[in-house]
């Protein structure tokens, strides 16, 4: 069964309502990523604010990147980071004092950043700008794999090279281990 | 709202500066890497945001979009192993006490 354009009774559009939704989880989450003492539960926040913007992908109207947001963001890459959060955090490695000397400074630098980000974007007017259109997934499979090819060939190489240096950085090195213990 | 471009803008950037803080307050070596991610996801947002309002860029928007996502994931497997690799050396997560470069 269809629904309508907008919410009945309220009058609001679903587009609206979802972006109100969608951008207030994500900015609540991202702040509680930079500001939350657990270290766990920031990465836990992560995962939510990736969560909210595949979200605003689809209402973009671009379902592939929202599906590859989910497969890379929430699967591997939170799993990757929650990973390395148990390995790396010892019980006495503080709670206390999460900020820097210059927390005052950062913020300060963040608000700027972001005025002038809000203020430029506000002020300049696009040229060509349209409607909102949505995205034919095989039109990107199209261009992906004919004018982008080579791009894509790099990006292969490249994750491959990623993968065997991360593996080489995180090893355990056998023989300095046998040498401390000797 | 949700079909003007300035409100994804807007979105973004303030996403991008929430990502900044991180970067720059946190002490965690990993909630660096944390706000490192959320400012890559913000630069995603404005990608995707003028592909959906600009014709001619509608469809080269998400590759780049695919391939900047691609790049992250290298860039955060490459990060969080140097972080495990110099966490076995000094025993400590916290930015701010890596600091055998300064003797």
């Known amino acids: 069964m269809p629904i309508g354009d907008s919410i009945p009774l309220v009058g609001i559009r679903w587009d609206d309502a979802l972006f109100v939704v969608l951008a207030a989880t994500l900015l609540i989450s991202a702040v509680l990523v930079v500001t939350m003492r657990d270290i766990i539960r920031c990465g836990l926040s992560l995962t939510v604010s990736f969560a909210s913007l595949a979200g605003i992908y689809a209402l973009l109207g671009n379902p592939l990147v929202a599906a590859t947001q989910v497969l890379v963001y929430i699967g591997a890459i939170s799993v990757l980071i929650l990973f390395a ?3 790396t955090q010892t019980k006495n490695a503080p709670a206390r004092l999460v900020f820097q000397t210059q927390v005052w400074i950062a913020a300060v630098a963040a608000m700027v ?3 002038v980000i809000a203020v430029t974007a506000l ?3 696009w040229p060509n700008l349209g409607d909102r259109v949505s995205t034919v997934t095989a039109d990107v499979a199209r261009l992906l794999f004919h004018d982008y090819v080579l791009p894509f060939e790099i990006v292969s190489v490249l994750l ?3 993968v065997v240096g991360g593996i080489y950085l995180a090893r355990r090195e056998p023989d300095r281990r046998e040498g401390d213990r000797s | 709202m949700s079909n003007s471009l300035d409100s994804y803008l807007v979105l973004s950037g303030l996403l991008f500066a929430i990502g900044t803080f991180g970067f ?3 002490r965690n070596a990993i909630s ?3 706000s490192i991610e959320l400012m890559l996801n913000a630069v995603n947002l404005t990608i995707l945001a003028f592909g959906a309002f ?6 080269h928007a998400a590759v780049i979009a695919l391939i900047v996502i691609a790049v992250a994931a290298a860039e955060a497997t490459v990060g969080l192993a140097i972080i495990i690799a110099i966490y076995r050396n000094k025993k400590t997560p916290l930015v701010d006490e890596y600091d055998s470069m300064k003797d």
Do not use: D, E, F
């Open chain 2, 32 to 34: 660096m890497l944390m």
């Open chain 1, 123 to 125: 002020t300049t007017t």
């Open chain 2, 24 to 26: 720059l307050a946190r």
């Open chain 1, 113 to 115: 950043i972001g005025n």
């Open chain 2, 54 to 59: 600009i014709a001619p860029l509608k469809t």
């Open chain 1, 85 to 87: 959060i148990m390995l």
């Open chain 1, 160 to 162: 491959t090279a990623a």
